[in-house]
């Protein structure tokens, strides 16, 4: 018997527009893999809203189907290593990009890109974490690997996936967080998840090309890149480091190679796309326990797939606050 879902559908257009709609698919249709994984959760990701809307940095070839995170059921295995019925987290590699991704029922997958559910998560809480929440607790990491002094940490972009969920680890482990938000009517929101203080976008947005600025972070988590992400940085204290995981903003960066220098300033990148496998199980189970968030549910709401498309376009124009858990039909 044929098996049958519901997915999105990013179709191009002939006046070179692209088109969302849900539409029905077969999982004959998807690609050959090791799994054929059931998805009851999905997550809204920045990278799934470009994909969404056609770029093809992210996505090649169209017709395709988003949604760079799943959480669900292994249906088929064609490995020892996983059972029909074992429960499994898929993130990152090229689910959603141009692999058909977790805005379809079904996913086929190869073994090497999925992680078996861990104890301390359900399948929903590792999807109101996602790749925002895996990449969130990366950076708070490697802030701590290199050594992060006593003083505030600034969080850029904090009302977004990956700040959101970087604020809440920071606070959990007891270091001030100083929330950076263009969104000042969410500051109650950006307190109640644990930032210590909240201030506008503009406060750390600094074009002067003054190549220090005070000193002031022990340390930073930026999202957004570009001006804000040069800004961090040259306002950096001595010795500290900056987490950088996005560019929202822009990929550019500009400045001197001063704060490196003079201040001793580590600019530590993190991708959570290509992360090894055992070092995802390892992240996984983290945020599963020593670093499970009680107020995981104050950041994330659910929709259904076919009200998907308008939050796409919400997260296109900024408006978007905390995580979007996707639910599919049965679930």
């Known amino acids: 018997m044929t098996i049958q879902f519901d997915a999105l559908w990013v179709e191009e257009q002939p006046d070179g527009s692209f088109r969302r709609s849900v539409v029905q698919r077969s999982v004959e249709a998807l690609p050959p893999g090791d799994l054929l994984i059931r998805v009851h959760y999905s997550s809204l990701n920045y990278k799934d809203a470009l994909s969404a809307s056609g770029h093809r940095g992210v996505t090649r070839a169209y017709p395709h189907t988003p949604g760079i995170d799943a959480a669900g059921v292994v249906v088929e295995s064609a490995v020892e290593a996983f059972s029909p019925g074992d429960e499994v987290i898929v993130i990152g590699y090229d689910l959603g990009m141009n692999t058909p991704g977790g805005f379809g029922g079904y996913i086929r997958v190869p073994a090497a890109w999925a992680v078996k559910r861990p104890a301390g998560l359900t399948l929903r809480e590792s999807m109101a974490l996602g790749t925002a929440g895996f990449t969130a607790a990366q950076c708070v990491e490697a802030l701590l690997q290199h050594g992060v002094q006593s003083g505030e940490v600034l969080v850029t972009g904090a009302t977004g996936g990956v ?27 950006l307190r109640r998840i644990g930032a210590t203080a909240v201030i506008p976008r503009s406060e750390v947005d600094d074009r002067s090309g003054r190549p220090l600025l005070r000193e002031r972070w022990a340390g930073v988590v930026d999202t957004v890149g570009g001006a804000i992400l040069a800004t961090a940085i040259r306002s950096t204290r001595y010795g500290g480091s900056v987490a950088a995981c996005g560019m929202a903003a822009s990929p550019s960066l500009e400045l001197t ?13 993190v991708d959570s796309v290509n992360v090894p496998i055992a070092e995802r199980r390892r992240v996984w189970e983290l945020l599963a326990g020593e670093w499970k968030l009680s107020n995981l549910e104050a950041m994330a709401r659910e929709v259904s797939l076919h009200d998907l498309s308008a939050e796409i376009d919400a997260m296109l124009l900024g408006q978007q606050r905390g995580r979007v858990v996707v639910v599919h039909e049965g679930v």
Not at 172 to 182: C, E
Not at 257 to 269: D, S
């Open 163 to 189: 700040g959101g969920v970087a604020v809440a680890l920071l606070h959990k482990l007891g270091i001030p967080v100083v929330a950076a938000t263009g969104k000042m009517e969410e500051a109650d929101y």
């Open 257 to 269: 190679v001063y704060p490196f220098i003079l201040r001793g300033v580590k600019l530590l990148g």
